[in-house]
């Protein structure tokens, strides 16, 4: 069982910056790819960025590329999503997902259906 716990949202004014951390439960995070998904209203849970689990290969989604960095922390058991240049259209609830079933270390995934846990979500506005 892996649980996955995020913090790090909250209120940001359009133009800033903010880091969201997840903290992972259970055995084994160093085999796990992870995940960054965000839902707004209304809309479907989109891909963020992900990241292998050893931290070599990195992935994003268009509407943050450029603006979001994923990292890794195994030893602690932690991913980080930084992001800046934050938008209006950034605002969402923010998950982080654990992949139990990463093939190889170098192996990121964009699919939401892959990913086997899911974190409760961390809310993002940024205010224009």
């Known amino acids: 069982q892996v649980q996955l716990v995020e913090s790090g949202g909250g209120l940001v004014q359009a133009g800033g910056s903010l880091r969201l951390s997840c903290a992972a439960s259970?055995?084994?995070?160093?085999?796990?790819?992870m995940g960054w998904f965000r839902q707004a209203p209304g809309k479907d849970r989109e891909f963020v960025a992900g990241?292998?689990?050893?931290?070599?290969?990195?992935s994003y989604g268009d509407s943050v590329k450029g603006r979001a960095i994923i990292s890794r922390d195994n030893a602690k058991n932690t991913v980080y999503l930084h992001m800046n240049s934050l938008k209006p259209e950034d605002t969402a609830v923010y998950y982080c997902?654990?992949?139990?079933?990463?093939?190889?270390?170098?192996?990121?995934?964009?699919?939401?259906?892959?990913?086997?846990?899911w974190g409760q979500g961390t809310q993002v506005t940024a205010s224009s």
């Open positions: 997902a654990a992949d139990l079933r990463a093939p190889h270390p170098w192996w990121v995934t964009t699919t939401i259906y892959e990913y086997d846990y």
């Open positions: 259970g055995p084994s995070f160093s085999t796990y790819a």
């Open positions: 990241i292998s689990r050893d931290g070599g290969r990195t």
